[in-house]
């Protein structure tokens, strides 16, 4: 909305609310892409374009739009009877994210965020927010981050730190075990007797994960979702990295910083691992691989690079082997940032726009 209010009334703007993308109309023997159909109100509309398609569906849809439109892996298409526009094996293929385990240190301040605290704040704190955009509903519960190399000869930070002024059970399990894919039966089992005491979560996210998943069509109908196979934690060089940070958070409780507010972290065993001794390499591949939840960062599920074999776009964000049709949002990143995507999807937001309007005018 920052980008769209101030031009919203431009005569050149055309927004189309409350419509479902079918798919991108390409000639399947000029191979040009030549406009978007969509559905409305119930019914099938199609609008053509002048110039170029770009299509910002996101690193879930994306890759299917593409799919349903006739380009992606043909064996794939053939399989679900789209017809095959053009062969293009990478897309769908690469998927990546910031995979995170979150540790929990109770302390003796009162100083975290926990549900008891926030239901008599809570509408004052919405006329705050509505009448200022500041307060406790400005926070982004991530009040600060912290880089390490979880081995000396690296060159560059593998692990970010995330310190958030809430745990998992600060609410009591309502809210946030859904926020990060906590099971009702894996809190019960391991949070359910700290509800809403005092502390804070220690993220190790993996900035750098060898691990990659796949979007692929469920069917040929746009409505059925797609499969997603995430594949997270497949790679052991990224199960070793998450245990060496949480190894690095361990040690960092125990510090005389963290002692003087009382700092402990929590050690119950969590459901599932209670059989493995705390802090032995097993207990926490066990651990990480019970409750490593995904950030929202997902993709390159239509990535950019040199050749139409192992990518998706090129430099100009113009897809392989289809004229006047390009990508612009996360999807097109050739593999994933070692920091949070939502700049980087900006940046290629105006990027595109710069390529775009250097392109049209050279024409």
Same mark, same amino acid.
């Given at each position: 909305?920052?980008?769209?209010?101030p031009?919203? /009334?431009?005569?050149?703007?055309?927004?189309?609310?409350?419509?479902?993308?079918n798919?991108?109309?390409? !000639?399947?023997?000029?191979k040009e892409?030549e406009?978007?159909?969509?559905?409305?109100?119930g019914?099938?509309?199609?609008?053509?374009?002048?110039?170029?398609?770009?299509?910002?569906a996101?690193?879930?849809?994306?890759?299917?739009?593409?799919?349903?439109?006739?380009?992606?892996?043909?064996?794939?298409?053939?399989?679900? !009877?789209?017809?095959?526009?053009?062969?293009?094996p990478?897309?769908?293929?690469?998927?990546? *994210?910031?995979?995170?385990?979150?540790?929990?240190?109770?302390?003796?301040?009162?100083?975290?965020l926990?549900?008891?605290?926030?239901?008599?704040m809570? &509408?004052?704190?919405?006329?705050? +927010?509505? &009448?200022?955009?500041?307060?406790?509903?400005?926070?982004?519960?991530?009040e600060?981050?912290?880089?390490i190399?979880?081995?000396?000869?690296?060159?560059?930070? /593998?692990?970010?730190?995330?310190?958030?002024?809430?745990?998992?059970?600060?609410d /009591? =399990?309502?809210?946030?075990?859904?926020?990060?894919?906590?099971?009702?039966?894996?809190?019960?089992?391991?949070?359910?007797?700290?509800?809403?005491? @005092?502390?804070?979560?220690?993220?190790? &996210?993996? &900035?750098?994960?060898?691990?990659?998943?796949?979007i692929?069509?469920?069917?040929? !109908? $746009?409505?059925?979702?797609?499969?997603?196979?995430?594949n %997270?934690?497949?790679?052991?060089?990224?199960?070793?990295?998450?245990?060496? =940070?949480?190894? %690095?958070?361990?040690?960092?409780?125990?510090?005389?910083?963290?002692?003087?507010?009382?700092?402990?972290?929590y050690?119950?065993q969590?459901? =599932?691992?209670?059989?493995l *001794?705390?802090?032995?390499?097993?207990?926490?591949?066990?651990?990480?691989?019970?409750?490593?939840?995904?950030?929202?960062?997902q993709?390159?599920?239509?990535?950019m690079?040199?050749?139409?074999?192992?990518?998706?776009?090129?430099?100009?964000?113009?897809?392989?082997?289809?004229k006047?049709?390009?990508v612009?949002?996360?999807?097109?990143? $050739?593999?994933?940032?070692?920091?949070?995507?939502m700049a980087?999807?900006?940046?290629?937001?105006?990027?595109?726009?710069?390529?775009i309007? @250097?392109? +049209?005018?050279?024409?």
């Amino acid at each position: 909305t920052a980008y769209l209010a101030p031009i919203k /009334d431009r005569p050149n703007l055309h927004i189309v609310k409350n419509a479902f993308v079918n798919k991108v109309t390409v !000639n399947p023997n000029t191979k040009e892409a030549e406009g978007v159909e969509f559905v409305k109100n119930g019914k099938l509309r199609v609008v053509r374009a002048s110039k170029d398609v770009i299509l910002s569906a996101g690193t879930f849809n994306t890759p299917v739009v593409l799919m349903l439109s006739g380009v992606g892996p043909a064996e794939h298409l053939k399989s679900k !009877n789209v017809s095959v526009v053009h062969n293009l094996p990478a897309v769908g293929q690469h998927l990546q *994210e910031h995979v995170s385990s979150f540790q929990t240190v109770h302390i003796n301040a009162s100083e975290s965020l926990t549900a008891r605290k926030l239901a008599p704040m809570l &509408m004052p704190a919405v006329y705050e +927010w509505m &009448m200022n955009g500041k307060g406790i509903l400005g926070n982004n519960v991530a009040e600060g981050l912290g880089y390490i190399k979880t081995q000396k000869d690296l060159v560059r930070p /593998d692990v970010e730190l995330i310190f958030s002024p809430i745990t998992i059970a600060s609410d /009591d =399990g309502v809210l946030i075990t859904k926020y990060f894919g906590v099971s009702d039966e894996l809190y019960k089992a391991t949070y359910s007797d700290v509800g809403q005491k @005092e502390g804070f979560m220690i993220g190790t &996210m993996l &900035m750098h994960p060898e691990s990659e998943g796949s979007i692929s069509l469920r069917s040929n !109908n $746009p409505n059925d979702p797609p499969v997603i196979i995430t594949n %997270f934690l497949t790679k052991d060089r990224d199960v070793k990295t998450i245990i060496a =940070g949480q190894r %690095f958070v361990e040690a960092l409780a125990k510090t005389k910083t963290m002692r003087e507010i009382g700092a402990k972290l929590y050690k119950k065993q969590l459901f =599932g691992c209670e059989k493995l *001794e705390f802090g032995t390499d097993a207990y926490y591949e066990c651990a990480v691989r019970q409750a490593t939840g995904q950030l929202h960062h997902q993709c390159c599920t239509a990535r950019m690079g040199p050749n139409s074999k192992d990518s998706v776009v090129d430099a100009r964000l113009r897809v392989h082997g289809v004229k006047r049709l390009r990508v612009a949002d996360a999807s097109v990143m $050739p593999k994933i940032p070692g920091a949070h995507t939502m700049a980087v999807s900006y940046a290629i937001g105006e990027k595109a726009a710069d390529i775009i309007k @250097e392109d +049209w005018k050279s024409r």
